[in-house]
C-alpha cells in the first residue's frame, strides 16, 4: 500500500492525501453552506468559461477511449487476464454484471430514461419539427448516444487499468497505481499523491450530484404515492436516511452487503421492464427499440465525433458536455469499483461485459420507459411534455400516472421509490468504499471509523448542492470534477500502453515458405521451384 500510516488517527489510511482531501471537501462544504447562491453563481460562470474548450476536448477524449477499448478487446492483448495466467474470476458473471450496472449507472438512468427523450423530443438541433414521429425517432436515438458505448468506454478504460495494475502487476488498488511506468518510484511520492486527490475530488463531486439527482426524484415519487409535496427539507431528511443505510451497508464489505444489494435491484429492474413491456404499448416499444437501436449504430461514428461547429446554439454544453464530464467523474469511482469485482477475467471477456452487455440493457430500458412516454405524447393525452417542463425529476412518476392504471399505477410508482432507493444506497456505499479505498493508499478493506466519516461526508455534500439548487449547479459542479481528473486519464493510456510491451500475446499463425511474388507469374519463371526436391534430387541437379 502507498504510504499507509501505521498509528495514529489516520491508522491505515495515507495520512497526507487524507488529512489534504478532508480539508478540500471541508472547505467547499463551508464555502456552500454559507455562500449558497455564490457557490452556483461562480460555477456557472467557470462553466460558460471553458465550455468551447470541452466541446472538441471531451469528444476528441471520449472518442479515442471508445476505439482503444475495442483494440484491447479484439486485438493482440485480448487474452491478456486481469490476474494470474490461470487465475479464475472471482464472482459469477450475473453478480458481476449486476454489481458493475448498479454502481455505474442505475440512479443516472432511473432519472434521465423519460426525462431527456422527452426534452429533446420538443427541440434538438438536428431536426427542424419538434415533438414530430421524426423528433421522437432522433431523441431516442440522442439518448441512447449519452448512456451507450461511448460512456461505458470510459468507464471500463479506468476500470481495466485498475484491474491490470493490481492484479497482473500487484500494485495496490488505486489510481497512481496505473501511473507506475510512467511516474516510477514518484509514484510513492507527492506526484502520486496529487493523482489520488484528483482521483478523490472528481468521485466525490460526481457521487454528490447523482445522489442529489436521485434525491430529487426520489422525492417526486413520494409525491406520487404519498402526496408529500416537493421540498428541499425533505430532500434533505431523503439524503440523510440514504447515507446511512449505505453507510451501514460498506461496513459490511463488498462479497456481502454490496453484492446483494446490487443483486436485489436488478431483480427488482427486471420485474419493473417486464411489467412496462406487458402493461405498456407492447408492440410499439418493441418495435421503437428495435429502429431506435439500429438508428443509433447507423450514426454512432459521427454523433462520436460532433462538436457544434456549425450549430449555434447551447445543446452539445448542456448535452454531450455534462454527460462526459459525468462519466469522467463517475470513471475513478466505478473504475475501481469494477476493477474490485473483475478479478479472473481476461481483456476479450472485460471489454464485452462492461462495454456490451450494460450498453444493452440502458437500450431496452431507455426503448421501454422513454418509448412510452413518447407514445403517450403522439398518440395518447399526453401531459409528461408538461411535468417535465414544471420540474425534470417528476418525469418518470409523471408517465406511469398517463398509463392509467388506477391502484396499479400507484403500487407501480411505489416499487419505482424501493427501486430508486436502492440504487441510491447502492451507489452511495460503492462510492464511498472507493474513495477509502484510495485514500488508504489501495487497501481494497479500509478501516471502518473512515467509511463512516466519508459516508457523513457525502450525505454533507449532497445537501449543499441541493441547497446550491437546481439541476443546473449539479451539472456544473460535475462538469468542473472531471477536467482535471481527465488528464489523469490520458496519462493512464501512456502507462498502460507501456507496461503491456512485456505482456506476451499468441504469435501469429502460418510462416512465409516461399518468396513474395504476382500470382499471375509461372513459378519457374519467378526462379521458385513449384514442388519439394529432396537432398539427392538436388545433388543430381547440381
Do not use: C
Request: net charge negative.
Amino acid at each position: 500500500m502507498y504510504r499507509q500510516a501505521s498509528a495514529g488517527l489516520f491508522k491505515g489510511m495515507n495520512a497526507r492525501v487524507t488529512l489534504i482531501a478532508i480539508i478540500m471537501v471541508g472547505a467547499a462544504l463551508v464555502y456552500g453552506a454559507f455562500f449558497t447562491e455564490h457557490l452556483a453563481e461562480l460555477l456557472e460562470r467557470v462553466r460558460g468559461l471553458v465550455n468551447p474548450f470541452l466541446e472538441w476536448y471531451y469528444v476528441l477524449l471520449v472518442a479515442f477511449l471508445l476505439l482503444f477499448m475495442i483494440w484491447l478487446g479484439v486485438g493482440r492483448f485480448k487474452n491478456v487476464r486481469l490476474g494470474g495466467d490461470n487465475e479464475q474470476p472471482e464472482f459469477t458473471f450475473f453478480s458481476w454484471i449486476s454489481m458493475l450496472f448498479a454502481a455505474g449507472t442505475g440512479v443516472g438512468i432511473l432519472f434521465w430514461a423519460v426525462a431527456q427523450p422527452i426534452m429533446q423530443f420538443q427541440e434538438n438541433p438536428f431536426v427542424a419539427d419538434g415533438m414530430s414521429p421524426e423528433a421522437a425517432r432522433l431523441a431516442m436515438r440522442l439518448t441512447y448516444f449519452h448512456w451507450g458505448l461511448n460512456g461505458w468506454a470510459i468507464f471500463s478504460f479506468v476500470a481495466l487499468v485498475l484491474a491490470y495494475f493490481a492484479y497482473r502487476r500487484n500494485l495496490p488498488l488505486t489510481v497512481r497505481s496505473g501511473l507506475e511506468p510512467i511516474l516510477g518510484k514518484r509514484t510513492h511520492g507527492m506526484l502520486g499523491d496529487l493523482v489520488d486527490l484528483l482521483a478523490v475530488f472528481g468521485t466525490v463531486f460526481g457521487i454528490a450530484t447523482t445522489l442529489g439527482l436521485g434525491v430529487q426524484q426520489m422525492n417526486a415519487g413520494l409525491d406520487a404515492v404519498f402526496g408529500l409535496s416537493s421540498s428541499v427539507t425533505l430532500q434533505l431528511v431523503i439524503t440523510a436516511v440514504i447515507m446511512s443505510v449505505a453507510t451501514l451497508s460498506v461496513v459490511s464489505g463488498v462479497k456481502r452487503g454490496v453484492r446483494l444489494l446490487s443483486e436485489a435491484n436488478f431483480w427488482l429492474s427486471i420485474a419493473v421492464v417486464v411489467f412496462m413491456l406487458l402493461f405498456g404499448p407492447t408492440q410499439y416499444l418493441i418495435a421503437l427499440t428495435i429502429e431506435s437501436a439500429g438508428d443509433y449504430l447507423q450514426n454512432l461514428l459521427g454523433m462520436t465525433f460532433h462538436t457544434n461547429a456549425t450549430i449555434a446554439d447551447d445543446w452539445q454544453s448542456e448535452w454531450t458536455v455534462f454527460f462526459w464530464g459525468w462519466w469522467l467523474a463517475w470513471s475513478p469511482f466505478v473504475g475501481m469499483f469494477i476493477a474490485r469485482v473483475s478479478r479472473g477475467r481476461t481483456f476479450r471477456e472485460f471489454v464485452m461485459g462492461v462495454l456490451l452487455v450494460p450498453t444493452v440493457i440502458t437500450i431496452i430500458w431507455i426503448g421501454l420507459f422513454g418509448g412510452t412516454a413518447l407514445y403517450h405524447e403522439l398518440f395518447g393525452a399526453g401531459g409528461i411534455i408538461q411535468a417535465v417542463d414544471d420540474d425534470v425529476a417528476t418525469a418518470l412518476f409523471a408517465t406511469v400516472a398517463a398509463m392509467d392504471l388506477g391502484i396499479v399505477g400507484v403500487g407501480v410508482s411505489a416499487v419505482l421509490v424501493v427501486l430508486i432507493a436502492t440504487y441510491l444506497i447502492t451507489s452511495a456505499n460503492a462510492g464511498t468504499l472507493v474513495i477509502n479505498t484510495i485514500l488508504a493508499g489501495g487497501d481494497p478493506e479500509p478501516p471502518t471509523g473512515h467509511r463512516i466519516i466519508w459516508g457523513v461526508v457525502l450525505g454533507l455534500l449532497t445537501a449543499v448542492l441541493l441547497l446550491a439548487g437546481g439541476l443546473e449547479t449539479l451539472q456544473s459542479a460535475v462538469i468542473m470534477a472531471a477536467l482535471p481528473f481527465s488528464v489523469v486519464v490520458i496519462l493512464m493510456v501512456v502507462g498502460l500502453l507501456k507496461a503491456l510491451h512485456g505482456e506476451r500475446f499468441a504469435a501469429r499463425t502460418g510462416a512465409r515458405t516461399e518468396a513474395p511474388r504476382e500470382p499471375w507469374v509461372d513459378l519457374d519463371d519467378a526462379g521458385i521451384q513449384a514442388t519439394p526436391v529432396s537432398p539427392d534430387e538436388r545433388h543430381l541437379h547440381h
